[in-house]
């Protein structure tokens, strides 16, 4: 990259991709002890959320909640506005953040600064499941959110709140504050410090503008001679090999173009 800058071709700026996502230490106390839990979740980026309803590791509170619509693999926004991408794949607590190939696909979207924000339970209707189970009920709200979602993350969840919920019976709770709870569970927002960096990554963003280079032979349009292949160029795929193929397929280009 710094040979593409001497020679005065425009490189965006390059970071780690497909990584995990840190948060920082006081704020992820809560979760840390969570660490090695993993289920299937929906994440996807927040474009422009400088900051996000509830601090890093804590549920945001529902008067201020963002909502998301969701359903598409891509959500374009108007002229200009970045993408909102929606990823159904696992997830993994760590102690220092979040992982699992969720983590690792929505951290090619994520800039600093921004939110992520999670569906924690995709399949499963939490405020549906809460609300049926709730007449003439017995249960305390943890032994029955238990029932719907795994052990740890519901007793962690209800704990780090800080609030009566954990131990009130579900037949006392009102509606609303069962409603608020699922909501906070389906539409989890979270602002992470960093990513877990290089060491972790698995692929790299940035790298020379793809604009500066001929499609067809990866030489750069400004400079005979010089080429440019796979990660040093602006070019990042998904979890999935698309990389490798990314890698192969722009060398077989360039072998073409010198071979000529």
Known sequence: LRIARQFGLKVVEPR?????????????????????????VVVRNVPGSSSPPGAAG???DSAQRKRSSGGKAARQGGKGEKPVVPFLEDLL???RGLSGPAILQISTFWNPGEA????LAPDTDIATGLLAAKPGSRQQVATALAGLWP???????????GNDLAQARLADVPDRRLQA???DIHHWQLKPTGTAGYRKAEAMRGGVDTDELDQRSMQARKVAGLYFIGEAVDVTGWLGGYNFQWAWSSAVACGHALSA
């Open 16 to 40: 780690p991709a497909l990584v995990p996502l840190v948060f920082d230490a006081a704020q992820w106390a809560d979760f840390a002890e969570l660490s090695g839990v993993a289920l299937e």
């Open 58 to 60: 804590q549920p945001a």
């Open 93 to 95: 607590f760590t102690h």
């Open 116 to 119: 992520i924000e999670i569906d």
């Open 151 to 161: 052990r740890r993350l519901a007793e962690r969840w209800l704990a780090q709140a």
């Open 181 to 183: 709870l699922a909501a």
